[in-house]
């Protein structure tokens, strides 16, 4: 498969339970912020967003929590499982005429069995 | 509805020669983005095009060039190549002109020797 990176911060989880992701983001001006999941061999996938205007959002087992004060992003995972084995990256832009995303380093979890 | 397609999915080139990447969005969008992924630098945004008009341009060298058609497939170039420029690189689609949720093609795997 693709290897999408060396040397990247790597997390390693029980399978069952909880992983808590963090991103720093660079730009203040940013008003919207996505994650990533990146698996080996395939492009990035949209796992959940939110707007600057909110600070908490829940998905499907997914939790992004967002502190503009000190411009950090974060992702909780409740419940790991061997699936969510993949590098996951944070992305910011501003929301309105403008598709370009400025993505973070990533992040490795690796959920033992 | 199909993904993001991206061809070739791998390819060879020498340094010095030419390559033209292939990406057809998500049947309805209209914008595409295209990305850089290398193990040092991460995900670049490379250039986003909307609607056959480039709206977005990252910071790479002019032999970096892109274009969109009216049915919104994308190509990009990337002239006189370099060993630097073997990477994985990626398109993603979104329906409109602002970021929200863009969906990734698997990527062009680009080897220079």
């Known amino acids: 498969g693709e290897s999408v990176g060396l040397h990247l911060p790597t997390l390693s989880v029980q399978e069952g339970d909880n992983s808590i992701i963090n991103c720093a983001y660079s730009?203040?001006?940013?008003?919207?912020f996505i994650w990533y999941k990146q698996e080996s061999g395939k492009g990035p996938q949209f796992i959940i967003d939110?707007?600057?205007?909110?600070d908490k959002r829940q998905g499907q087992r997914v939790t992004v929590l967002l502190n503009k004060t000190v411009k950090h992003l974060s992702l909780q995972i409740a419940a790991t499982q061997p699936g969510d084995s993949a590098v996951y990256f944070c992305?910011?832009?501003?929301?309105?005429?403008?598709?370009?995303?400025?993505f973070g380093k990533g992040n490795q979890v690796v959920v033992i069995p | 509805k199909a993904g993001v397609t991206q061809t070739p999915r791998y390819l060879i080139k020498t340094r010095g020669q030419q390559v033209t990447l292939s990406c057809s969005p998500i049947?309805?969008?209209?914008?595409v983005s295209w990305y850089q992924q290398t193990p040092g630098q991460g995900l670049q945004f490379l250039f986003e095009?909307?609607?056959?008009?480039?709206?977005n341009k990252g910071n790479f060298p002019g032999r970096f060039s892109g274009r969109q058609f009216s049915n919104s497939r994308s190509e990009m170039n990337v002239s006189t190549l370099e060993l630097g420029d073997s990477a994985l690189y990626l398109c993603?689609?979104?329906?409109?002109?602002?970021?929200?949720?863009?969906?990734f093609g698997p990527g062009t795997r680009l080897t220079v020797t």
């Open positions: 993603a689609s979104s329906g409109g002109p602002s970021s929200y949720e863009q969906y």
């Open positions: 730009n203040s001006a940013s008003d919207y």
């Open positions: 939110i707007r600057s205007n909110m």
């Open positions: 992305a910011e832009t501003r929301l309105y005429g403008n598709n370009r995303l400025a």
């Open positions: 049947s309805g969008h209209r914008s």
């Open positions: 095009y909307f609607s056959e008009t480039q709206r």
